[in-house]
């Protein structure tokens, strides 16, 4: 059973910054992405970065320059580090993961944690 597990969420500022974390576990073979969506309230699921196995990472326009994706192979981790946070940036965001078990390719979700930026 794999699961992704986020932490770092809450309630911060605008201008200010948070830390978010997912680590994945279970019977993992190999991670190929991990990354980072976000869902506000009435709007649809969008990417916000992502990275690869290779360490290439992509980033949404509204995020470039204040968001920061990075990965920890040995902990099977990537975090976003989010800084100049906007009240646009409200949102429940989740950690996701194309992976493999074993011989199969497989996407996974996180339960998302809330990130609340108060103007």
């Known amino acids: 059973q794999v699961q992704l597990v986020e932490s770092g969420g809450g309630l911060v500022q605008a201008g200010g910054s948070l830390r978010l974390s997912c680590v994945a576990s279970?019977?993992?073979?190999?991670?190929?992405?991990m990354g980072w969506y976000r869902q506000a309230p009435g709007k649809q699921r969008e990417l916000v970065a992502r990275i690869t196995n290779d360490g290439i990472t992509n980033y949404a326009d509204s995020v470039k320059g204040r968001f920061t994706i990075s990965k920890d192979d040995a902990k099977k981790a990537v975090y976003l580090q989010m800084s100049s946070l906007k009240s646009e940036d409200t949102a429940v965001y989740f950690c996701?993961?194309?992976?493999?078990?074993?011989?199969?390719?497989?996407?996974?979700w996180g339960q998302g944690t809330q990130v609340t930026v108060s103007s």
């Open positions: 996701y993961s194309n992976l493999n078990v074993l011989m199969a390719s497989r996407n996974y």
């Open positions: 279970g019977i993992i073979s190999r991670i190929n992405l």
